[in-house]
């Protein structure tokens, strides 16, 4: 299809907004600062530490359609490297994204233009998502030692636009839903009792096990997993994790949740990524702009603070689907323990 094609398409959707008001008489056209329908599911993925699929766009009455993600956590053990560089363990754990794309996602991108554009997306949510600001309290498992490595996986199923803001909704949810194992540290000390030079685990005499090792001044040398009856705490710092919003910008408007057609009418997009502490004002992650167009500094000024707005109004949607889908994973999980029993 020609640049003009796909401009007719996204000024088709402008005119309709202004010829039947704020409101449209069709999903297919929502209004200028609406989004589509967003369809979400946690614990998708059984043998990750969290999992989420998420999809964009697919009305109530499709099977299939919309932009859709999968996303997976997966929690592993590293030793930190105090003073190393950026790629081995740090204090308190770390987490790294990566983005891939389902061929089927991307069919008209040869080989070496999707390894590209997944770059780009990995970039922008690793900037974001890897900084020091976000990093949850508890992954951390041996001060000095050891850290839990957090492997966040965003699989691109299918994209019919808006995929920025399709991903960071999928990473948040697969971090909301995310729960890191309990764990207790092991002390081994020298037997006082026992032969001199051997050396035996320091256990606790009440219990003779290794779960007050905590108490000792000494340091850790390693731990081991709680046996628990669920797949631990909930990782933390929910509040935090951020969604980002993209303005598809025309000159004197601006529109979201772009189709593909419309992105690619779009002559410059503006991404902002938010979140929204508790106890604090919104905070701004990271801005973007892309395409050819121009804007200047009060026009992004504004912009920016349209932007926290919309992201506000994702945020809170998202957060009201996530509790939701943790009720009823909560008592499906109670009516299997009780039918176990």
Do not use: C
């Not at 043998?47 to 997976?72: H, K, M, P, Y």
């Not at 929690?75 to 950026?86: F, P, T």
């Not at 005499?205 to 000792?216: A, F, N, W, Y």
């Amino acid at each position: 299809m020609s640049h003009s094609h796909f401009e007719g398409l996204a000024m088709d959707r402008l005119t309709r907004h202004i010829s039947t008001g704020s409101k449209s008489t069709s999903w297919r056209w929502p209004s200028l600062h609406q989004f589509r329908a967003v369809t979400l599911q946690t614990g998708v993925v059984p043998v990750a530490n969290g999992s989420a699929l998420l999809n964009l766009g697919r009305s109530s009455d499709e099977s299939i359609g919309g932009t859709e993600i999968l996303a997976s956590a997966k929690l592993e053990v590293e030793d930190v490297d105090i003073g190393g560089d950026s790629s081995s363990g740090v204090e308190g754990g770390r987490i790294v994204g990566e983005k891939q794309s389902s061929p089927a996602a991307y069919s008209h991108l040869s080989a070496a233009a999707l390894d590209d554009l997944q770059h780009d997306y990995s970039t922008i949510l690793n900037d974001v998502l890897s900084h020091a600001s976000l990093r949850p309290p508890n992954l951390g498992i041996i001060p000095g030692r050891k850290a839990w490595l957090l492997a966040l996986d965003l699989i691109v199923l299918s994209d019919v636009g808006n995929i920025y803001d399709a991903l960071f909704m999928a990473a948040r949810a697969v971090l909301w839903d995310t729960r890191v194992p309990k764990t207790r540290a092991v002390e081994y000390r020298p037997n006082r009792e026992g032969v001199k030079g051997s050396t035996d685990m320091d256990l606790d005499p009440e219990s003779q096990s290794g779960l007050d090792t905590r108490r000792s001044k000494a340091p850790a040398a390693d731990f081991e997993l709680e046996d628990y009856w669920d797949d631990g705490p909930a990782l933390g710092g929910r509040d935090l994790w951020p969604v980002s919003i993209t303005l598809n910008l025309f000159p004197g408007v601006h529109f979201l949740d772009a189709t593909t057609q419309e992105e690619a009418a779009t002559p410059l997009r503006l991404i902002l990524v938010y979140s929204f502490p508790t106890k604090s004002r919104a905070a701004l992650h990271g801005m973007h702009l892309l395409g050819p167009g121009d804007i200047d500094l009060a026009q992004i000024e504004s912009l920016v603070k349209e932007g926290e707005k919309y992201a506000l109004d994702i945020y809170t949607g998202l957060n009201t689907k996530l509790k939701d889908e943790e009720l009823r994973r909560t008592d499906k999980a109670r009516l299997k323990f009780s039918a176990a029993r």
